[in-house]
């Protein structure tokens, strides 16, 4: 989960054209300054786009903090054949 934590820290930042932002595991999306659940969407499609994933809407509505966001792309990246 560690790993994919630095990429979305740059999704985030770049979509919210803050450089300086920090994010942790625990990091709630709804306490990101600014932040709106088509501000999660537009990061979802990055993220999806990034390693090549797709996930279904229920999984986006069930999001709540960056930890989980990470655990879905490691869960999703599992069942990806090399």
Do not use: N
């Amino acid at each position: 989960m560690g790993a994919y934590l630095p990429v979305i820290r740059s999704i985030i930042r770049d979509h919210l054209h803050d450089a300086a932002i920090e994010v942790a595991p625990e990091t709630r999306f709804e306490d990101l300054f600014g932040w709106d659940s088509m501000d999660l969407v537009s990061v979802v499609v990055e993220v999806e786009c990034h390693f090549d994933l797709q996930f279904e809407l229920h999984e986006i509505d069930r999001l709540e903090t960056i930890g989980e966001l990470a655990h879905m792309i490691d869960s999703k990246r599992t069942l990806v054949p090399a």
